[in-house]
């Protein structure tokens, strides 16, 4: 066998650290791209050419025509929303790659997304932030085994099948939340309809993937969402359905750990989040109003506003740990210029303690209060900077402080959200 190589990028914060960006930038040198978690409420937008694309559940190497791009098992996929992305972006006039999925992934289907807007309704206080595309609900059908998969479709019994658990999911949704019914006939044909659409792509994505690594060629693992929305390491209840961290990339992709050999944490050089949870060193001020402004902090999905405040150490380290992060990438450096004092949260204090990690429950972590480093800003425009040593002292200082205290290698940094304002430090696929 040659030398693997082979590289996993993830969220390193709550999400919407601009993956989709490193993705693309990686997919330029790669041959596949994998994505191995969650549905298509994951929105990446990536930028080149003055133009802007979107996608929230095709893989971000599909913008490369010698690239191709697998949607894993570990995912779970709307099929019609599927069809939707994929003909928005052929019709952008890009030349795209070949696109392969998992016949082992599991479906998101119309009563998911019904199950999910009735039962985060049902939090009332409570409520998670959920997107209410169905991904929980789909999630909890494949542990509870009511799932369908993809392959189910081809099963001479498929539609008897599907009609037992369709039924048990209306009476579900009739009994619990008094929804009326939706129509199997419709629900069926649309899905028939989108599956002959697709059908050609489907095939047992871990053994192409296994074969791909073993003949030497570069493999691209793609995240979704963040480490910390990781639904056993992350700041749960406000979390997502699914594995975010790195470690899922074996097993939501069907290979093994062994062919994996580095972890790329994408992370902002602030903070970001959506929805409800603790967020301790969110900014409820101007100078938070001011960076999300600049960095156009608003869901690529959802449109929400999103929460914003100072970089979080004691979570970024529980991220790298968490996911066996190897290198970090700061993200939207150049949001921070103009603002006179940076702050670092290092620690968090804790009942009168100072503590340096996230405690198990959300009531815990909303009693910490964040510790800080403070730091001088820069006033530079850096969306020009080409290389390190071009970035102002106070910016270079800053970086070098994140890699001190996590004690692992930044390899680059973003100035701008063009595939040209990326500047990388050391070379890792």
């Known amino acids: 066998m040659r030398k693997i190589n082979s590289l996993v990028v993830v969220g390193s914060q709550w999400g919407d650290e601009g993956k989709g960006k490193m993705t693309d930038y990686f997919a330029q040198k790669a041959d596949?791209?994998?994505?191995?978690?969650?549905?298509?409420?994951?929105?990446?937008?990536?930028?080149?050419?003055?133009?802007?694309?979107?996608?929230?559940?095709?893989?971000?190497?599909?913008?490369?025509?010698?690239?191709?791009s697998v949607i894993g098992n570990g995912c779970v996929v709307n099929l019609i929303n599927l069809v939707k992305e994929l003909e928005t972006i052929q019709k952008s006039g890009v030349k795209l790659g070949k696109l392969l999925i998992s016949d082992r992934a599991q479906l998101i289907l119309p009563y998911h997304i019904l199950i999910d807007g009735a039962q985060e309704e049902a939090r009332g206080a409570?409520?998670?932030?959920?997107?209410?595309?169905?991904?929980?609900?789909?999630?909890?059908?494949?542990?509870?085994?009511?799932?369908?998969?993809?392959?189910?479709?081809?099963?001479?019994?498929f539609k008897e099948t599907f009609k037992e658990i369709f039924d048990y999911q209306m009476m579900f949704l009739n009994k619990m939340f008094d929804i009326a019914s939706i129509s199997f006939d419709k629900t069926y044909s649309e899905l028939m309809k989108a599956y002959e659409v697709i059908k050609d792509c489907i095939t047992d994505t871990g053994i192409?993937?296994?074969?791909?690594?073993?003949?030497?060629?570069?493999?691209?693992?793609?995240?979704?969402?963040?480490?910390?929305?990781?639904?056993?390491?992350?700041?749960?209840?406000?979390?997502?359905?699914?594995?975010?961290?790195?470690?899922?990339?074996?097993?939501?992709?069907?290979?093994?750990?062994?062919?994996?050999?580095?972890?790329?944490?994408?992370?902002?050089?602030?903070?970001?989040?959506?929805?409800?949870?603790a967020f301790p060193t969110e900014l409820l001020n101007e100078i938070g109003d001011g960076i999300r402004e600049r960095g156009h902090e608003y869901g690529s999905n959802t449109k929400r506003p999103r929460r914003v405040g100072w970089l979080d150490l004691v979570a970024l380290k529980h991220?790298?740990?968490?996911?066996?992060?190897?290198?970090l990438f700061i993200t939207?450096?150049?949001?921070?210029?103009g603002v006179d004092q940076l702050m670092i949260c290092d620690k968090y204090i804790f009942e009168?303690?100072?503590?340096?990690?996230?405690?198990?429950?959300?009531?815990?972590?909303?009693?910490?209060?964040?510790?800080?480093?403070?730091?001088?800003?820069?006033?530079?425009?850096?969306?020009?900077?080409?290389?390190?040593?071009?970035?102002?002292?106070?910016?270079?200082?800053?970086l070098n402080k994140i890699s001190e205290i996590c004690e692992i290698e930044?390899?680059?940094f973003s100035v701008g959200p063009d595939r040209l304002q990326t500047v990388i430090t050391k070379e890792i696929m």
């Open 208 to 277: 192409f993937i296994e074969k791909a690594i073993k003949e030497g060629k570069k493999v691209l693992f793609e995240g979704a969402q963040g480490a910390l929305l990781d639904i056993d390491h992350g700041t749960y209840p406000y979390v997502t359905s699914s594995n975010t961290s790195a470690n899922n990339a074996s097993t939501g992709t069907g290979i093994s750990h062994k062919l994996i050999n580095n972890t790329l944490g994408v992370v902002k050089a602030y903070s970001t989040r959506v929805g409800a949870g």
């Open 410 to 412: 930044i390899t680059g």
């Open 126 to 157: 409570r409520k998670i932030g959920t997107t209410k595309r169905g991904i929980g609900p789909t999630y909890q059908d494949k542990a509870a085994r009511l799932g369908i998969r993809i392959a189910d479709i081809e099963e001479k019994d």
């Open 32 to 68: 596949v791209v994998v994505r191995f978690a969650g549905g298509d409420n994951a929105g990446h937008v990536i930028n080149f050419n003055g133009q802007k694309h979107k996608v929230t559940i095709i893989p971000s190497g599909i913008f490369n025509p010698e690239v191709t």
């Open 332 to 337: 939207l450096l150049d949001v921070l210029s």
């Open 319 to 327: 991220a790298i740990r968490t996911s066996g992060i190897d290198y």
């Open 352 to 398: 009168g303690e100072e503590i340096s990690y996230i405690p198990a429950t959300s009531s815990k972590h909303e009693k910490c209060e964040a510790k800080y480093i403070s730091m001088p800003g820069w006033k530079e425009d850096i969306t020009q900077v080409k290389s390190f040593d071009d970035l102002p002292t106070n910016a270079k200082n800053y």
